[in-house]
């Protein structure tokens, strides 16, 4: 049989970037990027639910950032959606796109896949993009590098091209 390594090739392209995560919590709305739209019978859009955020479904509008520091300029936004699946732990499915417009980079990403937030490093899919990013594919490598009680986090996203056109 043939040797079963596994092959690892080098990405095209790479890319680290940032997104800013502020939950509306129903005193914030000035500064929320985010809002929980749906929520599981008998609680609220402003607190998410208990036991592990279960059934909850929030939308994102994020800045994204080159750096972790949110007062930074955006380089473009974070779009989507995030619901947590899992009644048991800290587990979400991402579905979301950076709309990135910059004179280094114009276009955007798109990112799909289940999130078990209590994992250091998880990986989601890049599963295409527009612009500069046409028909990109890989991996992006996400990490929360903070997070303040149910109000604000910011990822730390690692996005490795496997597919550039």
């Known amino acids: 049989f043939p040797s079963m390594k596994t ?3 080098k990405p095209c392209k790479s890319l680290v970037l940032y997104f800013h995560d502020i939950i509306y919590n129903g ?31 929030a939308v994102f509008d994020d800045p994204i950032t080159l ?13 989507g959606l995030y619901m947590y699946d899992t009644k048991n732990t800290f587990t979400a499915w991402l579905g979301f796109s950076f709309v990135l417009n910059t004179t280094d980079y114009e276009g955007s990403i798109n990112f799909t896949g289940a999130d078990p937030t209590m ?39 690692d996005i490795k091209f496997h597919e550039c056109w």
């Not at 750096?67 to 779009?79: E, M, T, Y």
């Not at 992006?140 to 730390?156: G, K, N, P, S, W």
């Open 7 to 9: 092959k690892h090739h």
């Open 27 to 57: 005193k914030n709305a000035a500064n929320a990027t985010s809002a929980i739209v749906a929520a599981p019978q008998g609680s609220n859009l402003t607190i998410l639910a208990g036991s592990f955020h279960f059934g909850n479904i």
């Open 67 to 79: 750096d972790n520091n949110l007062h930074s300029k955006p380089v473009g936004r974070a779009q």
């Open 119 to 157: 994992v250091k490093e998880r990986d989601i899919s890049v599963v295409g993009g527009t612009g500069d990013f046409f028909m990109h594919r890989g991996i992006a490598t996400i990490m929360t590098d903070a997070f303040e009680r149910e109000v604000y986090f910011r990822l730390r996203v």
